[in-house]
């Protein structure tokens, strides 16, 4: 079963550092694009970030970079989020979404069900 | 910044069509994107690459892409269609994404 799981959410102080991480099974994960998207309370999907196959080239929304850093280890099929400076509006969930160049042309096709930081004095 | 704009919402009776649009300037030169969300759960692809149903969608769920708007209709909507919808598109020249607003659908 092709699956994600998240994990290492929790809650923070404003200025504070989180790591999330994203365990991948049940498909090749040094094929395919991987990405975060993330959903604050109530309202819309966001974005985050992408990272290629081999973990060469890192791609950020803006509000996002120089803060975050996505990162990925294919031995260990993971993916990363290292998140510091966090500010109240990084209050969300974050999801892990597998991205498919090749069928798909990016599509996130396949997401974890996403964990929960909170962004908080 | 791009941005993608959507209703907030679209009511429809059960048997009948929803479409629900999503408009960005020059969207009809991307792929976009759809995904269903219902409460509680994460977000599933429903169309990629404009018009593609991934394996698994039904045959009522369609999708269309040109000029400034993208389209999403579902057509003989059931009750189980209730959810909220968010286009998405991906800038291959800038290797970054962006979601709609997004619509709740409401099947009455």
């Known amino acids: 079963e092709v699956q994600l799981v998240e994990s290492g959410g929790g809650l923070v102080q404003p200025g504070g550092s989180l790591r999330l991480s994203c365990a991948a099974s049940g498909f090749p994960f040094n094929i395919y694009w991987m990405g975060w998207v993330r959903q604050a309370p109530g309202t819309g999907l966001e974005w985050v970030a992408s990272i290629v196959q081999a973990g060469s080239n890192k791609y950020y929304v803006e509000s996002v970079r120089g803060r975050f850093t996505i990162s990925r280890d294919n031995d260990q099929n993971s993916l990363y989020l290292q998140m510091n400076s966090l500010r109240v509006d990084d209050t969300a969930v974050y999801y892990c979404?597998?991205?498919?160049?090749?069928?798909?042309?990016?599509?996130?096709?396949?997401w974890g069900r996403g964990t929960t930081v909170t962004v908080s004095s | 910044s791009y941005e993608l704009t959507q209703p907030p919402s679209v009511s429809v009776s059960p048997g009948q069509t929803a479409s629900i649009t999503c408009s960005g300037d020059k969207l009809g030169d991307m792929f976009v994107c759809w995904y269903q969300q219902k409460p509680g759960q994460p977000p599933l692809l429903v169309i990629y690459?404009?018009?593609k149903r991934p394996s698994g969608i039904p045959e009522r769920f369609s999708a269309s892409n040109s000029g400034n708007i993208a389209t999403l209709t579902v057509s003989g909507t059931q009750a189980v269609d209730e959810a909220e919808y968010f286009c998405?598109?991906?800038?291959?020249?800038?290797?970054?994404?962006?979601f709609g607003t997004g619509t709740k659908v409401t099947v009455l």
């Open positions: 998405q598109a991906w800038d291959s020249s800038t290797s970054t994404g962006v």
């Open positions: 979404v597998r991205q498919d160049p090749y069928v798909s042309y990016y599509a996130m096709d396949v």
């Open positions: 690459q404009d018009t």
